[in-house]
């Protein structure tokens, strides 16, 4: 990071690679051994397994703009509590800002940190399975899968990240009760809209970033003391490499801000629009319209490619009595 944001150049690839691996956990090798006790089959393969993989977390892609104070207070309440969920409204940040920590926190779990991915899953049944692929651990054919989590994981140190749990609420708060209870050295972070309610479970609600005030003309250099402009700017360059925050655009980028009140996916889609827009065209066109919030990744999911995906995504999990209070 040093090197590019002072030279403007990478490190070389036998640095990189390097990298990698000390944070794969897989430099250099571990020592470590499975707890005893287990059947020889399991044993064997989790122990094949530790050496080599301390965690599933993908790799960033793009930078990683504010939240210090967040990332701090998230890792100081894990360290106090064994079930913090990340809840919050679709597009602010919840699963990017469990990915971060959940980075820092490689090397503080002996058997790894492991992200389930639950938003493909529609299937309640299913998200037993989902845990259970991500860590590696087989079914057996004679025990519910539950109970095999349970027992594999007894003696395990390790922080599992569940995301987006809110369409399966209630399949994974049993899962969860059930390995909480089980598990002693367990560590679990879920993100939802919505928490799991359960005993002992600790709600972060994970805000929007922060944005310009709106009485007061800010200059090119106080809207980067602001998230949200940070992240514009950043995502804008992405886009439009010659892309810069002077003067004259300050105003139209902090509008543009507010307008989407902070909301990280908001601020990202409308980047997206910089050098085929102007600025002031894209502020003009964020009212009361969601037609512009569109063009994420192509290879997002629906509900990350546009903002109107996002509050389909959220509209879905109403029930029809609350749906029709909705549309009221």
Known sequence: EALFKEFGTEPEAAATSLQQEIWAGTFPHSSD???????????????????????????RRTSFIGRERERLE??????????LTLTGAGGCGKTRLALEVARDLVGAYPDGVWLIELAPISDEELVPKAVAQALGVPERSAQPLRETLAELLRGRELLLILDNCEHLLEATARLVDLLLDSCPRLRIMPTSREALGLEGEVRWPVAPLSVPEQERTSSSEELEGYESTRLFVQRAKGRDPTFSLSPQDALAVAEICRKLGGIPLAIELAAARVGTLSLEHISERLEGSLDLLSGGARTAVSRQRTLRGTLDWSHELLSEPERKIFRK
């Open 74 to 83: 998230v890792k100081r309440h894990l360290a106090m509590t064994r079930l």
């Open 33 to 59: 051994s499975p707890p005893a006790g287990l059947p020889a089959r399991d044993e064997a393969r989790l122990a094949a397994r530790a050496p080599r993989r301390r965690h599933n977390l993908p790799l």
